[in-house]
């Protein structure tokens, strides 16, 4: 009983996600108040009906008292968050009770994150957004909205199984000598010879990265790119996952085919039995890839038939040669630049495994000089809104005046010929014969609709730039076929020999074995690095396949929930300003701490740390990297000049431990896991 709906204020839906238990609630409840003779309204006709009213009843509170609902729960239990984000409302809903308020305030912002990176700065104009996530054509609709129900499904499957989704971090395999070799094959090898290539039309790989399942092997990006933050890369890491689904039966190598593996190295003593993450067959099905062994089964003639009924009603796969067209943030000397426009090149290489390259698009520059512009005239605008006026608003750098100028000198470039350019361009005239002529109205509140109107218009230039699909008369801007197909060729002649490994690997990245030793009572542990976004953890087998130290699948599942159930205490605390928990749960104690160190690995005095309200955004590194953007700078006030690193360390250890023991097991643990020597990729 799961759904996620997006709505602009006069109710109209721009989005909807539903499970199969919700969409039959709704489908009886409005299949009842038929008449008789009549068939079912469609879906979406039903969907906005029964939302209707708490859409307007949000516009209303807002018009009216300045204040929303931000949750509420109805009498037979279903839970509802909403979310305004500009003028499109975001409502998430649970009525199976698997999802708290928390869960589903986390959907909606991440949500609006996959909407970012796919829209880039279209989100930006609401007018704009809204005619892309409706598209007036129904096919189109259906495709994106396909697309996007996709990539929430994969999410939820991620979060509920992955630990890194758990925890909102980058899990790397550890394997030092491996992940070095391929860095440099990236480096020296692929990134180089595609960056030369005449066939590139004018895209450089920026960023080059292997995946695999969710792990990270290698990463790679060129002297001329900026840091790819961590939010972006785990969208990706969707993004991929929802192309590529993992696949665990088909995917990963039997016991017997790992022992003959070579370069298992001194790992092949762990017991190599994969714990699968897969969703059910239903939604993992295979995707085609050059050189793969196809699977034959045998299946029932009628369930055939109903499953190819079904498949014609699907949308077709899109040409894996085409790139995805990706904005994300960059870091440049002159500031920081989000949404900016890039090229994704998802190239899987065996099932399981997957290439990706981020390719840097040739019209890059006029994102960059469409959102200096946006930039000046929503400062404007906010300054006219204040009540500031003359030249109380046009203070700060850069100048209106300087503005003027390089917006004359940006339109003259784009030319007459399109219409968006001609209309950015009688828009910008009457701005000036406003703002800047001698006995006009000048800088004053009459001149807010036209900033607005601005912005409406700059993000129609960016969308025709970046969005809109080319023409068959246009060159193609993407890397050719050609030389896609060497890529994948080039990477998988060098991890032959390792694949098989590598995918066992994947499920068993470290055990428990290794630690019981120097910690005897520790279950289980997370510890991640908040500053590189990185996270390490021992698996966690789920299923009766996989017998791991805490045993068969049962045990497996008790200890997984109550992992899971930890991350979340620990967040609620962690909003209310507590950086260290600790409690008992029956026969476990958990234990979580959160502290500070320096560049050199000196641990900080533990200082105050910030509240935030119960509807803040979600703590966590991928729909608001709450670390980076909240915690590391509110702590570094105190640290000026010092480069501040943040850690945290979750820990579950059996009850009968003293207390004493546990917390001295955490603090060498923690030390231990981060030695250079250990984890050096870390």
């Known amino acids: 009983m799961k759904c996620l709906l997006i709505a ?43 939302f209707a009213p708490i859409i307007i009843s949000c516009s209303t509170m807002v018009d009216r008292l300045g204040d ?27 009525g199976d009770g698997e999802e708290g308020e928390d869960d589903l305030r986390r959907k909606t912002y991440v949500m609006k994150k996959m909407i970012e990176v796919l829209f880039g700065m279209v989100t930006l104009s609401s007018y704009l957004l809204r005619k892309e996530l409706r598209p007036q054509d129904t096919d189109q609709r259906a495709r994106l909205w396909k697309h996007l129900q996709s990539l929430l499904e994969t999410y939820s499957h991620l979060r509920e199984n992955d630990q890194s989704f758990l925890v909102e971090a980058v899990e790397r395999l550890i394997h030092p000598t491996l992940c070095e070799q391929c860095i440099e094959f990236l480096e020296r090898r692929l990134v180089q010879q595609l960056n030369s290539s005449v066939e590139r039309a004018g895209e450089e790989v920026l960023h080059a990265f292997i995946l695999v399942h969710t792990k990270l092997l290698a990463f790679y990006s060129s002297r001329t790119a900026s840091t790819l933050n961590t939010s972006d890369l785990l969208t990706l890491i969707i993004m991929a996952q929802n192309m590529y689904p993992s696949n665990v039966d088909h995917d990963d190598p039997g016991p017997e085919d790992v022992e003959s593996t070579s370069g298992s190295g001194p790992e092949s003593f762990y017991t190599p039995e994969p714990s699968p993450t897969d969703r059910d067959s239903s939604s993992s099905e295979e995707k085609p890839v050059r050189g793969s062994t196809p699977v034959f089964e045998f299946v029932d003639p009628d369930i055939q038939m109903a499953e190819d009924s079904l498949q014609t009603l699907e949308v077709p796969p899109p040409d894996p040669s085409t790139p995805h067209r990706v904005f994300l943030e960059v870091s440049l000397k002159e500031g920081l630049y989000p949404m900016m426009p890039h090229s994704m090149y998802c190239l899987p290489l065996w099932p399981g495994i997957t290439l990706v390259l981020l390719t840097k698009v040739p019209t890059s520059a006029v994102a960059m000089s469409v959102y200096k512009f946006l930039e000046a005239f929503a400062k404007l605008e906010k300054r006219l809104s204040e009540g500031q006026e003359g030249s109380a608003a046009t203070r700060g750098q850069p100048t209106i005046h300087d503005v003027r100028t390089k917006l004359d000198k940006f339109i003259k470039a784009l030319g007459p010929s399109e219409i968006q350019s001609a209309q950015l361009q009688n828009v910008w005239t009457e701005f000036k014969n406003r703002a800047f002529t001698r006995g006009g109205p000048g800088f004053n509140r009459d001149l807010i609709p036209w900033c607005k109107n601005m912005k409406t218009q700059l993000c129609g230039i960016y969308r025709q730039c970046f969005l809109i699909e080319s023409g068959p008369t246009d060159i193609p801007r993407r890397l050719s076929p050609g030389l896609q197909e060497r890529a994948q060729t ?10 098989d490994f590598l995918l066992v690997k994947s499920k068993r990245n470290i055990t428990m074995v290794s630690y019981l030793e120097d910690f005897p009572g520790l279950i289980h542990f997370i510890c991640v690095d908040r500053s590189s976004g990185q996270m390490i953890a021992p698996s966690l087998s789920i299923t009766e396949r996989a017998t791991s130290e805490l045993g068969k699948g049962p045990v497996a599942q008790f200890i997984k929930r109550k992992v899971w159930n930890l991350v979340s205490t620990t967040r609620h605390y962690l909003q209310k300003g507590y950086s260290t928990v600790t409690l008992r749960d029956g026969d476990f104690y958990f234990c979580y701490f959160l502290w500070f160190e320096n560049e050199t690995g000196f641990k900080l005095e533990a200082g105050d740390i910030p509240v935030l309200p119960d509807d803040s955004a979600p703590i966590g590194m991928l729909a608001w990297d709450y670390y980076s953007r909240k915690l590391l700078r509110y702590y570094s006030k105190n640290h000026q000049g010092e480069v501040v690193k943040c850690y945290e360390l979750l820990t579950v250890h059996l009850g009968v431990i003293p207390t004493e023991i546990i917390l001295q097991h955490c603090r060498q643990l923690a ?8 984890n050096p990729l870390l």
Request: glycine share 4%.
């Open 671 to 678: 030390s231990k896991l981060w030695e250079p020597s250990r």
């Open 68 to 94: 929303s609902y931000t949750s509420f729960t109805t009498e037979n239990n279903h839970i509802y968050v909403l979310h305004q984000f500009d003028e499109c409302l975001y409502i998430a809903v649970n």
């Open 8 to 50: 602009s204020e006069s109710a109209e839906v721009l989005f909807h996600w539903t499970d199969p238990e919700y969409q039959q609630h709704v489908q009886e409840q409005y299949g009842a108040s038929q008449e008789e003779g009549q068939g079912l309204p469609a879906f979406e006709d039903s969907i906005s009906t029964l």
């Open 490 to 499: 080039m990477v998988q002649e060098k991890l032959m020999d390792w694949k």
